[in-house]
Structure formats: C-alpha cells, structure tokens
Antibody
C-alpha cells in the first residue's frame, strides 16, 4: 500500500522558517517525481513545487519561488520542503503528492494526509 | 498563464441524481486533465486522468469527457460519499493555476 506521511507543520511567526517532511513507503520512491500541493483554510488546491526522481528538475509556483526549497533523499524515501520568509498567506495544509508525469507536468495519484502550517503576524 | 475555470461553484443535488461539472482551460491542453474528489477534512482522491480514464478502484458511476479546452465530469447516481468538492487539474504545464477553483456538491 502506498503511504505518504507528512510531518513538521506547526505555528510560526511571519518571516520565520519551517521544514516539512514526507515519509514515503509502499512503492519505489526513487522512481517517482514528487510534489507539494497546499490548501489555504476554506480555499482550493494550489500546486507548490515539483522535484524529479534524481532532483535534476525542480519547479516552483511563482508565489513561493525564492522562498521555498524542495529536496528529496531517495535513500531515506523522504521528501522535504524548506520554507523561509513565511507570510500569512502561506498558511495552509501542505500535502505531499506522488506524481505521474506523462507530458509537461504530473497528475497526482496518491496524497498524504496533510500537515498544517500556520503563519502568525 | 494557463488557467482552469470550473462551473458551477456549488450545486445542490439528492442521492441518486445525475450531476455534471464543467472545467474550461484558458488554452488547449489536449486530454491532459485529471479530476479529484475531496471529502471534508480529507486529502483529495484521484478519480480520472487523461480526461476520461478512471483511476484504479474508482466506481463506474464516475465518467469524464472532453478535450482541448472543455471538459466534463459526470456522476451518475450520487452516493452519500459523493457530497464533496471536486477539482479539475491540467497537467500540460506546471503553473500556479493547475487546479480549478473547485465545485462543491451539496445535499439539496
């Protein structure tokens, strides 16, 4: 069974930093591109970042570019999101999602349960 | 920037009803479209990819159609679990607007 478990969320002050982790199991982690998708309270889904299997290709949404850094450790079956210069509008549940890339981007066939990040001003 | 627009934002229906949700892309995405269902407090679940292919384990009451810029998700015979929010997502390119804004199916 594919399992994605996020951790590291919490309350942080505006301008602060936080690192999210996603532990993957039940599949060959190193062979899948991985993504972070977030959802602000009561709002829709927003794709945040993608990392390819060997970290060669990395993409970010404009809203987080220069502030967030995605990374992965295939030996540990883990995905990370380092978030810095956090703002109130970064408050959201952050989901780790496995991607299936057919063309330019991926659709997401498995999702974690999410980790809540709250940025206070 | 590629944008996705769903309609309606909310629709009211009863168990057993047939409902249709529309998703429009600001420019052609061929058939690179996925649909997700999100129940309250839960993570999204993949329903359909490549516009019309059901994901593993998804019941046949769900169907998708369309190509280019206009797509539809149809649920034939709403079940209690289907009262949820549905999102379309283009996977032609990575962008902030990959997802539609969502369509909530609520109990009439």
């Amino acid at each position: 069974e594919v399992l994605l478990v996020e951790s590291g969320g919490g309350l942080v002050k505006s301008g602060g930093s936080l690192r999210l982790s996603c532990a993957a199991s039940g599949f060959a982690f190193s062979t899948y591109g991985m993504n972070w998708v977030r959802q602000a309270p009561g709002k829709g889904l927003e794709w945040v970042s993608f990392i390819s299997t060997s970290s060669t290709y990395i993409y970010y949404a404009e809203s987080v570019k220069g502030r967030f850094t995605i990374s992965r450790d295939n030996a540990k079956n883990s995905l990370y999101l380092q978030m810095s210069s956090l703002r109130a509008d970064d408050t959201a549940v952050y989901y780790c999602a496995r991607g299936l890339t057919i063309v330019g981007a991926a659709y997401f066939d498995h999702w974690g349960q999410g980790s809540l990040v709250t940025v206070s001003s | 920037d590629l944008q996705m627009t769903q309609s309606p934002s909310t629709l009211s229906a009863s168990v057993g009803d047939r409902v249709t949700i529309t998703c429009r892309a600001s420019h052609s995405i061929s058939s690179w479209l996925a649909w997700y269902r999100q129940e309250p407090g839960k993570a999204p679940k993949l329903l359909i990819h490549k516009a019309s292919i059901l994901a593993d384990g998804v019941p046949p009451r769900f169907s998708g159609s369309g190509s280019g810029t206009e797509f539809t998700l149809t649920i034939s015979g709403l079940q209690p679990d289907d009262f949820a929010t549905y999102y379309c997502q283009q996977y032609n390119t990575y962008s902030s607007g990959m997802f539609g804004q969502g369509s909530k199916v609520e109990l009439k």
